[in-house]
């Protein structure tokens, strides 16, 4: 994992959730994003609510299993693509796994509860949340990934 200079001191010293609004890392190897994962759940911090964004294929639902890992999570994880959502249970409470990519509208999602989902604390790790509109509540955190070759990718942390 390549970090910035600035953002490898910044996350040596612990102080990155206060002085960075945006973190980005170069990652080569899948293994990386098990620490990784731990880097964004320092970065998150009180926020629950986690949406991922990129092209498919671009890593989302490989983040999103360190993510679960690094929460706790013992069950075995996969995509909800066909179930819009997977529920795990973890040492920390619920972790909701939600795939929108297969809605057409935001008033499906409405239709299954996310707004219940979204508001009682418990984790909700987001693929394809431009698909649900202005139904994310302020204060989540956002997670771009952009494959730059067929095993590397730059993950951005930030919050909008």
């Given at each position: 994992m390549l970090l910035?200079?600035?953002?490898f001191q910044i996350h040596?010293?612990?102080y990155f959730c206060a002085m960075s609004s945006q973190l980005q890392f170069t990652v080569e190897?899948?293994?990386?994003?098990?620490?990784?994962?731990?880097?964004?759940?320092?970065?998150?911090?009180?926020?629950?609510?986690?949406?991922?964004?990129?092209?498919m294929?671009?890593?989302?639902?490989?983040?999103?299993?360190?993510?679960?890992?690094?929460?706790?999570v013992l069950d075995i994880t996969s995509s909800p693509t066909f179930s819009i959502v997977n529920h795990y249970l973890?040492?920390?409470g619920n972790v909701y796994h939600f795939d929108f990519y297969r809605l057409n509208d935001p008033s499906e999602a409405l239709a299954i509860g996310v707004d219940e989902y979204f508001s009682d604390g418990s984790f909700c790790l987001i693929e394809w949340?431009?698909?649900?509109?202005n139904l994310l509540p302020s204060g989540h955190v956002k997670v771009r990934i952009e494959p730059l070759s067929s095993t590397t990718r730059t993950i951005t942390f930030y919050r909008p």
């Open positions: 910035t200079g600035l953002i040596i010293a612990g190897r899948v293994e990386d994003l098990d620490k990784l994962a731990l880097t964004l759940l320092d970065f998150a911090g009180d926020e629950h609510i986690i949406a991922f964004e990129g092209e294929g671009a890593g989302k639902t490989t983040f999103i299993k360190s993510i679960c890992k690094a929460l706790g973890a040492p920390r949340p431009e698909k649900v509109g």
